[in-house]
């Protein structure tokens, strides 16, 4: 069964508007990680987050981690039309490497 | 670098038959995964590989096999296809903690469309 659950599972916004998608997750973790999946193309690494840490940014994206709620958001600053794709948060509950996937949040941004 | 291939990209079975997928990196990557996806659901793991010659089960390895007899190279095999397989197929590859570095993040490939009717 998959770790995490995210929502909204869809986001439509204007160009220029943040955007901000969570994730929850069951058990506990070693690291978070969101992906980006543009329509019919592979996932793309956007960002990791390690369990002892509660914030980091990459240029326009912004992940918290909640470790006590198990919980995580990503925060997409003055998004782009670019910025339409799929968005995965996948967790990596132990040392082996595997990951476990959500279900996804679609995020359409309209020019 | 290629990263990540996969070949074919697009497949179509009659059920009861059997194919092959391939997935090829030149990252000298340790790990190396197969992920299926379907309509409205995230990536869920089917087998992965630590390193040459090993293998593990996943989330979903029913009806699947994988070798990795060389270290760039993981295959994924369907012996006798059935329409529930029908899925896109992704292979990712990883380094190891051993390297010290981006232990998790995985490099993925563009994806193998099958379709079994």
């Known amino acids: 069964s998959q770790q995490g659950e995210e929502d909204p599972q869809a986001l439509s916004i204007q160009e220029g508007e943040n955007a901000t998608m969570n994730c929850s997750y069951k058990?506990?973790?070693?690291?978070l990680q969101w992906y980006r999946q543009n329509s019919g193309r592979g996932l793309v690494h956007l960002i990791l987050?390690?369990?002892?840490?509660r914030e980091k940014h990459s240029g326009r994206l912004r992940v918290t981690l909640d470790t006590s709620k198990k919980s995580s958001s990503l925060l997409i600053t003055a998004s782009r039309a670019a910025d339409t794709a799929s968005y995965f948060c996948?967790?990596?509950?132990?040392?082996?490497?595997?990951?476990?996937f959500g279900q996804g949040t679609t995020l359409q941004v309209k020019p | 670098n290629a990263g990540v291939t996969q070949t074919p990209k697009f497949r179509v079975l009659k059920t009861g038959q059997s194919m092959t997928l391939l997935c090829a990196q030149d990252?000298?990557?340790?790990?190396m995964y197969w992920y299926r996806q379907d309509p409205g659901m995230g990536l869920r793991l089917i087998h992965y590989?630590?390193?040459?010659?090993?293998?593990a089960k996943g989330e979903v390895p029913d009806g699947y096999n994988v070798s990795r007899l060389k270290k760039q190279n993981f295959l994924l095999g369907l012996e006798s296809a059935a329409p529930s397989q029908t899925s896109v197929y992704f292979c990712?590859?990883?380094?190891?903690?051993?390297?010290?570095?981006?232990?998790?993040?995985?490099?993925f490939g563009p994806g193998t469309r099958l379709t079994v009717t």
């Open positions: 996948a967790t990596s509950p132990g040392n082996t490497g595997k990951l476990i």
């Open positions: 058990t506990s973790i070693n690291n």
């Open positions: 987050i390690r369990s002892n840490e």
């Open positions: 990252m000298n990557h340790e790990y």
């Open positions: 590989s630590v390193g040459e010659g090993t293998t």
């Open positions: 990712a590859s990883s380094l190891s903690g051993t390297s010290g570095r981006a232990k998790y993040e995985q490099y």
